[in-house]
């Protein structure tokens, strides 16, 4: 091992991101490594006023410490996988994928839910949670959230919306929900608090929601011709994690969404029958147009997973669909 070389980690200076961040830091340190953070701010926390899709990037989360890589500021970057682009910058690739931790989507409220049954405002910055929502409560107003967590909860606890929609993945690594255990990871589970000092509210898993692909994935990315780097973050990889991930963002991929369309994309894998289990959709931005795919194939047929279920849906609709939401997308 090379005694002398201090691996700096990259990251946004958000709440979750220092976590991720120090988390990695932490698993290096456990295997002997040396380890310095250096957080820089994004655009993307930055600019609060504009809904993502406005600014006209992807990556807006990573291109800045894409930047302070390539310009040999940093050594790698942690970043919540769901927010990384599909194609990485010349130069940069994938190292590592951590265990994955909860995928659900969870709705916070004020405690009553009867505002499912009638006229609601709920709040979210994600074309795919706002999407899927219109989708079920169609008579429901749904109104842009931006902000690191504690914000976007305090930006509710000041509003008259009925609620806000968040990771569960997110809620769980501040410690604003209880944490539930690997087994239980993706399941849904009754009512609980949220322990937040901007908003005590509660919180339901939306099992019925499908995830950003990556969802409650953190991935690490470094220089490709920097060996002791990657031989150092490697051995943070979870392969079932990294396979699931992969089906994901190929299907994200495939579809062209970027960061921008309504994609919803989840891969499991399933231990007892030895299979991949895939559920994956495109909708409109209104919610009123809705094409789903489930699928199940033997465990050695998961490379193209992602790739053919994307082509299905593109054969079925969606590459009609897909030329509506980038028309729209540019108004």
Not at 51 to 60: F, V
Request: aromatic share 6%; proline share 4%.
């Amino acid at each position: 091992m090379n005694s002398k070389k201090t691996i700096r980690i990259g990251t946004r200076d958000s709440e979750l991101a220092l976590w991720q961040a120090h988390t990695v830091q932490k698993k290096l340190n456990d295997l002997g490594y040396k380890t310095e953070i250096i957080a820089v701010k994004s655009q993307g926390d930055i600019i609060l006023d504009k809904p993502l899709y406005e600014l006209g990037i992807t990556g807006i989360f990573t291109k800045t410490l894409d930047i302070a890589m390539l310009n040999g500021q940093v050594d790698i970057a942690v970043h919540s996988m769901k927010d990384v682009p599909t194609a990485l910058p010349i130069g940069i690739v994938q190292a590592a994928v951590l265990e994955r931790a909860n995928t659900l989507d969870i709705l916070v409220h004020k405690g009553n839910l009867d505002f499912l049954e009638g006229n609601a405002t709920i709040a979210t910055g994600s074309l795919r949670r706002q999407a899927q929502w219109l989708h079920k409560y169609p008579n429901h107003t749904v109104v842009d959230l931006r902000g690191n967590v504690n914000t976007r909860m305090q930006k509710l606890n000041e509003s008259d919306w009925s609620g806000a929609v968040f990771a569960a993945a997110g809620l769980e690594r501040l410690g604003l929900t209880p944490s539930p255990s690997p087994k239980e990871r993706g399941a849904s589970s009754a009512s609980f608090t949220i322990k937040s000092p901007s908003f005590g509210g509660v919180g339901e898993a939306l099992d019925w929601m499908i995830p950003a692909p990556a969802q409650g994935a953190m991935v690490v990315v470094a220089m490709g011709n920097d060996e002791f780097t990657l031989d150092a973050i490697s051995q943070l990889n979870d392969i079932e994690t990294e396979i699931c991930t992969y089906i994901e963002r190929q299907f994200l991929k495939t579809l062209e969404g970027g960061c921008t369309a309504p994609i919803g994309a989840l891969a499991r894998y399933c231990e007892l029958e030895d299979t991949f289990v895939f559920k994956g959709a495109l909708l409109s931005i209104d919610g009123k147009q809705k094409l789903e795919i489930e699928k199940i194939v033997p465990v050695e047929e998961w490379k193209k997973l992602g790739f053919n279920c994307a082509s299905e849906i593109l054969e079925n609709g969606g590459a009609e669909l897909m030329k509506v939401i980038k028309e729209s997308l540019k108004k």
